[in-house]
């Protein structure tokens, strides 16, 4: 049994368990084998955007709902050190579809003097072709972290990036994101332990947080809404909303790799709809403010860290007699 099947099949205490869980589609193309981020195309209907994760070339793929590859996409001047994540977004300006691409895994936690997000403009066909690219060179105003999941929001256009660590946190970017110069994040709320990924609603209402265990959504404030069981993947890795917000998608690492849907709980769809017209999404001092770092490891979530490493511990010592 992997870790991370390990990790996934221990339920998280007082989690939403969403019904009528159902696969979308596997990947089909051979080329995909780590994916590792995952987004619903703004501008084609039933198109998925996905990318492999490490020593990759810096590339993507729209899939169909049937798992088929329409188009591979080149990124000019981009490099593909520890690709982790994508969002995808609307320019307000002109309703065109926007891609972000996150070079931002270190599992050397600051072994990078800085990291990448890629600005892409999403095709207007789906064709093979090489699109170009605006980066965003980002350092942590406290120190080198490792990450795997980014966000956008759709109305603002703010990025944050979410930490994978033992006590995670959501990092936003400066409103306004300068080429010429390193951008700084700075931590305005806490993460589930070990976050793999995260993404915003198509509306602005929440946002939610996939770790190995499950997701849990939040107010965009960083107050928790629900968690959410998830499907047992051999390596939870991606997470973004359907279109309509009502459900989430969710994939894994590995050839032939599914994608699951998994619609979002009533009561936490009632719970997250009133932040729409009550007000803008805060600041990100706001959201500093209000967002206690003790959510970002609970109790639960430690038992289940010891549990996962005394199975993992357990595994290697059966491997371990029986080689002798």
Same mark, same amino acid.
Request: hydrophobic share 45%.
């Given at each position: 049994?992997?870790?991370?099947?390990?990790?996934? =099949?221990?339920?998280?205490?007082?989690?939403?368990?969403?019904? %009528?869980?159902? #696969?979308? /589609?596997?990947?089909?193309?051979?080329?995909?084998?780590?994916?590792?981020?995952?987004?619903?195309?703004?501008?084609?209907?039933?198109?998925?955007?996905?990318?492999?994760?490490?020593?990759?070339?810096?590339? /993507?793929?729209?899939?169909?709902?049937?798992?088929?590859?329409?188009? !591979?996409?080149?990124?000019?001047?981009? $490099?593909?050190?520890?690709?982790?994540?994508?969002?995808?977004?609307?320019?307000?300006?002109?309703?065109?579809?926007?891609?972000?691409?996150?070079?931002?895994?270190?599992?050397?936690?600051?072994?990078?003097? %800085?990291?990448?997000?890629?600005?892409?403009?999403?095709?207007?066909?789906?064709?093979?072709?090489?699109?170009?690219?605006?980066?965003?060179?980002?350092?942590?105003?406290?120190?080198?972290?490792?990450?795997?999941?980014?966000?956008?929001?759709?109305?603002?256009?703010?990025?944050?990036?979410?930490?994978?660590? /033992?006590?995670?946190?959501?990092?936003?970017?400066?409103?306004?994101? +300068?080429?010429?110069?390193?951008?700084?994040?700075?931590?305005?709320?806490?993460?589930? =332990?070990?976050?793999?990924?995260?993404?915003?609603?198509?509306?602005?209402?929440?946002?939610?947080?996939?770790?190995? /265990?499950?997701?849990?959504?939040?107010?965009?404030?960083?107050?928790?809404?629900?968690?959410?069981?998830?499907?047992?993947?051999? $390596?939870?890795?991606?997470?973004?909303?359907?279109?309509?917000?009502?459900?989430?998608?969710?994939?894994?690492?590995?050839? +032939?790799?599914?994608?699951? +849907?998994?619609?979002?709980?009533?009561?936490? #769809? !009632? !719970?997250?709809?009133?932040?729409?017209? &009550?007000?803008?999404?805060?600041?990100?001092? &706001?959201?500093?403010?209000?967002?206690?770092?003790?959510?970002? #490891?609970?109790?639960? %979530?430690?038992?289940?860290?010891?549990?996962?490493?005394?199975?993992?511990?357990?595994?290697?010592?059966?491997?371990?007699?029986?080689?002798?």
């Amino acid at each position: 049994m992997g870790l991370a099947l390990g990790l996934a =099949l221990l339920l998280p205490v007082g989690a939403a368990r969403a019904d %009528d869980e159902s #696969l979308v /589609f596997s990947f089909r193309d051979p080329r995909i084998t780590e994916s590792s981020g995952l987004a619903v195309s703004p501008a084609h209907p039933g198109i998925y955007y996905t990318h492999n994760d490490s020593s990759a070339a810096p590339e /993507f793929f729209a899939v169909d709902s049937q798992g088929r590859t329409k188009a !591979a996409f080149r990124v000019s001047g981009a $490099q593909a050190r520890d690709w982790e994540a994508m969002a995808a977004t609307k320019d307000p300006a002109t309703g065109r579809g926007v891609l972000w691409f996150a070079d931002i895994g270190d599992n050397l936690d600051g072994a990078w003097p %800085d990291i990448s997000v890629y600005k892409v403009m999403e095709p207007s066909s789906l064709r093979d072709a090489t699109v170009p690219a605006v980066r965003y060179r980002f350092r942590y105003a406290d120190g080198g972290r490792n990450a795997e999941g980014i966000m956008v929001h759709p109305r603002t256009g703010r990025l944050y990036v979410v930490s994978k660590e /033992f006590s995670g946190a959501v990092y936003a970017a400066p409103e306004k994101l +300068r080429t010429g110069r390193i951008n700084i994040l700075r931590k305005v709320a806490a993460a589930p =332990l070990m976050a793999t990924d995260a993404a915003y609603a198509p509306d602005g209402s929440s946002y939610v947080v996939r770790t190995y /265990f499950s997701a849990t959504l939040y107010r965009p404030s960083g107050e928790m809404l629900a968690k959410v069981t998830m499907p047992q993947l051999d $390596q939870a890795e991606s997470i973004a909303y359907t279109a309509d917000g009502k459900a989430l998608l969710t994939g894994s690492e590995g050839a +032939r790799s599914p994608v699951y +849907r998994v619609p979002l709980p009533s009561r936490a #769809l !009632a !719970a997250a709809s009133p932040s729409v017209s &009550a007000k803008p999404t805060p600041s990100a001092s &706001a959201v500093a403010d209000t967002a206690s770092p003790s959510r970002g #490891l609970t109790g639960t %979530d430690i038992m289940i860290w010891l549990a996962a490493a005394a199975g993992a511990t357990g595994v290697i010592a059966v491997i371990a007699r029986r080689s002798r």
